[in-house]
């Protein structure tokens, strides 16, 4: 991840300042086992032995409604059966990283009430998404919400005058856009700073930062931080509609989301009813005083109501804003296609190949891949005579068929692309030398039978293979050398009188 993308220039006072938060000894211990695959509950029974009202924290949650369990958990070693050890470890994290957050304070304006109850809304309905959707992050989730307003009360206390100015002028609880259009950055970029000197693990503080960045997220963004941003705008959709007084968009918007997975609207006002009793217990396991008001029915009633009252014709303009954003996302998506692809020939084009053979390397580099990667380069032969004699017109009928003859004769998973001119590449993402030169045998006959009828003539082409299979990767630089190799057979199979393939018979590049 980009450190520009959350780094933004923060103001001296908070990049220095001695009163930022910092970890209490038991949340660095169990920050740390969360990071060890190898640790146990004996380890972490041990760090909890030093925070015995941490490790009741657990019981009591392993026995509130967020579980439902239906029997008794009396001990850490019972609650880590029921629960799993990564549960209790991420459960053990969140509540020791809440233990440093201040309860209470009065900093020019900001509500600690109001954090508190839009932390532990953002918290549960996190949690309860992820079951909703039947999402593995639930956990993750559960801690994402207890820290994704974190930045705010850091701004408070450390920004004391500005940030109270902002809270004026907003008139209570600012959003991260209008930090972002006052101060020039955002809580959310405060939050995530921070969470990363604590060395909080990668997939909590991305999705945090990602969350209210959501523009700048990579397509190639691992899953679990996609699925958590996810989760986390539906539950800034929840902390609407339970906090705002403007709470019809927001209650549309959430129905209109889960509707893509098949979540009904009953089925979603249930579930924000539902909420209250899991926001209840969670505050009174963190022993924080929520705020009276109306039940989560009657918040419910207000937002059905405010629903009615703005009337068919601002649903319509919801429903048509949507579809806007709908066909601009097609639009953005067909226009990506078009960049991507080659014109005459249909297939991906150079940007796009080189995109993928980076993005294969990088799948082995980090693990994601181990089977060894193939590449395949060529072109058609004497095809400048060929363009001489017959015209540029002719020559474009047949890279044109020669792009089809290979959409026709690549495996599924591979990636055929146009390199340039009359030179083609393919990408076999699992491979080895022995399937490779089949392929690519195969490929080698399949355009040597290709015949093109053009103004009365009947037109044939034969091209030269030059492809390598590697298996061992150091560096991201490896794709040049890939190419290079690739090429080098190329030319050699050309030397060798052409409509031919040289494939290189090792798996590891030369010299290693």
């Not at 967020?66 to 609650?79: D, P």
């Not at 209840?280 to 924080?288: C, H, K, N, R, V």
């Not at 009615?308 to 579809?323: I, S």
């Not at 959409?407 to 146009?418: F, I, L």
Request: hydrophobic residues 40%; negative net charge; proline residues 3%.
């Amino acid at each position: 991840m980009p450190a520009s993308v959350f780094d933004k220039d923060l103001p001296a006072a908070l990049r220095d300042a001695d009163s930022l938060p910092s970890l209490p000894a038991v949340a660095v211990e169990v920050l740390r086992l969360t990071q060890d695959e190898n640790s146990t509950l004996d380890d972490l029974a041990a760090a909890l032995s030093r925070d015995p009202a941490l490790a009741a924290k657990i019981l009591r949650l392993s026995n509130s409604s967020l579980f439902s369990l239906g029997q008794e958990v009396t001990t850490l070693q019972r609650a880590t059966m029921v629960l799993g050890l990564k549960t209790v470890k991420l459960m053990s994290l969140s509540f020791s990283l809440v233990g440093a957050i201040p309860r209470k304070g009065a900093e020019n304006g900001f509500d600690f009430v109001e954090y508190w109850r839009r932390s532990l809304i953002r918290s549960v309905a996190a949690r309860s998404i992820a079951e909703l959707l039947r999402s593995p992050q639930g956990d993750q989730g559960f801690l994402c919400g207890l820290l994704v307003h974190f930045g705010r009360l850091v701004n408070a206390r450390v920004l004391s005058f500005e940030y109270g100015s902002v809270i004026a002028q907003c008139g209570g609880w600012p959003t991260c856009a209008d930090e972002e259009r006052l101060l020039g950055f955002s809580s959310s970029d405060v939050c995530t700073t921070l969470l990363r000197t604590w060395n909080v693990p990668d997939v909590i503080y991305q999705s945090i930062g990602y969350a209210s960045h959501t523009v700048e997220l990579p397509h190639d963004a691992p899953a679990n931080v996609r699925e958590l941003v996810e989760i986390l705008e539906l539950t800034e959709l929840v902390e609407r509609v339970l906090c705002d007084d403007d709470k019809a968009e927001p209650l549309v918007g959430l129905r209109a989301r889960l509707a893509q997975n098949s979540v009904t609207e009953t089925e979603v006002d249930a579930f924000l009813i539902g909420l209250e009793d899991g926001i209840s217990e969670t505050a009174s396991m963190l022993s924080i005083q929520l705020p009276g008001g109306l039940s989560h029915e009657e918040i419910m009633d207000e937002a059905r109501q405010q629903i009615v009252h703005v009337g068919l014709d601002a649903a319509l303009d919801l429903r048509n804003a949507n579809t806007d954003r709908e066909r601009l996302a097609n639009e953005k998506a067909s226009l990506l296609t078009q960049a991507n692809t080659d014109r005459l020939t249909g297939l991906p084009n150079r940007g796009f190949f080189d995109d993928a053979l980076a993005t294969e390397i990088r799948a082995r580099l980090s693990g994601e891949k181990s089977l060894a990667l193939g590449l395949v380069i060529f072109d058609l032969d004497h095809f400048k005579r060929f363009n001489d004699e017959h015209g540029h017109a002719a020559g474009d009928a047949v890279l044109r068929a020669i792009g089809a003859t290979l959409h026709r004769n690549t495996r599924q998973g591979d990636v055929a692309a146009r390199y340039g001119g009359e030179e083609f590449v393919i990408i076999a993402p699992a491979t080895n030398p022995l399937d490779l030169r089949t392929m690519v045998e195969r490929v080698r006959v399949a355009v040597e039978n290709t015949v093109v009828e053009h103004d009365g003539e009947t037109l044939r082409v034969t091209a030269s293979f030059g492809a390598a299979c590697i298996a061992e990767f150091r560096s991201e630089d490896d794709a040049n050398a890939m190419i290079k190799l690739s090429d080098s057979l190329l030319y050699r199979a050309k030397e060798r009188g052409r409509n031919r393939c040289e494939t290189y018979r090792k798996v590891r590049f030369p010299g290693r």
